[in-house]
């Protein structure tokens, strides 16, 4: 996929997130990013950017303070893409049972909950948070590797296009995504004993476990095929209002 430009990107700031990293990369591909607070500047971009890094409570508190959650669903709502960004992919969800329970945007049926146990096959514990490199792949391993259960179409036709099976991108998290509906998740991975939702899709919103603005080569290329998806989608508006 080309690279996009004249893409407008808003990336939320609510106090917590990875902001200078995201932005550098959307820069990178093209993109003309600006990290905002304001509901105005979110409602008039081509798409937003929900990064997050920190707990899950203080995350909706910020939302809640800068009366920002109803933008974000209305954003949702609408034909522009919304991306959440590892804290900002978990937010998506209905509810956190990170240091009790919170109530996420909703806009993704299913819960957030702790890596708990994660051992190696030999009984080895390893640590959590999970940090580092790590393989995505387009179906969890346990449902074998039977052709019908392979949805190349999701993971072709997403920013996840030219992403091969298995390549590695860097995690940085303690929580993992539960949807209610396995069929909003784009990829999968696996830490020790668990496997878990690793990127999801909602019609025109993405999640992604992992960053993808740290994870090289593969991080760029997945940004370079948000920006392609958002300059599409705009060119597809312009046509149907002429």
Not at 137 to 164: C, H, K, N, Q
Not at 208 to 224: N, T, V
Request: hydrophobic share 40%; charged share 25%; net charge negative.
């Amino acid at each position: 996929m080309a690279e996009g430009r004249n893409v407008r990107v808003a990336i939320v700031d609510y106090g917590l997130g990875n902001l200078f990293s995201v932005k550098h990369a959307c820069d990178h591909v093209g993109m003309s990013p600006r990290v905002t607070s304001s509901r105005e500047e979110i409602f008039s971009a081509d798409a937003v950017i929900l990064p997050g890094v920190g707990a899950f409570g203080d995350a909706m508190a910020g939302l809640r303070r800068l009366d920002l959650i109803e933008p974000l669903k209305d954003v949702a709502g609408s034909e522009k893409m919304l991306v959440g960004i590892c804290l900002g992919m978990q937010l998506l969800m209905t509810e956190s049972h990170e240091f009790g329970d919170h109530e996420g945007l909703g806009i993704i049926e299913g819960d957030v909950v702790p890596l708990e146990n994660v051992r190696e096959p030999d009984g080895k514990a390893l640590k959590v948070p999970q940090m580092g490199w790590n393989r995505v792949f387009r179906r969890p391993s346990s449902r074998g590797a039977r052709a019908e259960d392979v949805e190349f179409g999701e993971w072709d036709e997403s920013p996840l296009s030219e992403i091969t099976d298995g390549r590695y991108v860097y995690f940085v998290h303690s929580l993992y995504v539960r949807p209610k509906d396995d069929a909003v998740c784009l990829s999968w991975s696996r830490y020790g004993n668990i496997e878990f939702c690793s990127s999801l899709r909602l019609g025109n919103v993405y999640g992604f476990q992992f960053h993808p603005e740290r994870s090289g080569s593969a991080g760029l290329q997945i940004y370079r095929n948000i920006a392609t998806m958002i300059s599409a989608g705009m060119k597809s508006s312009e046509g149907a209002t002429r």
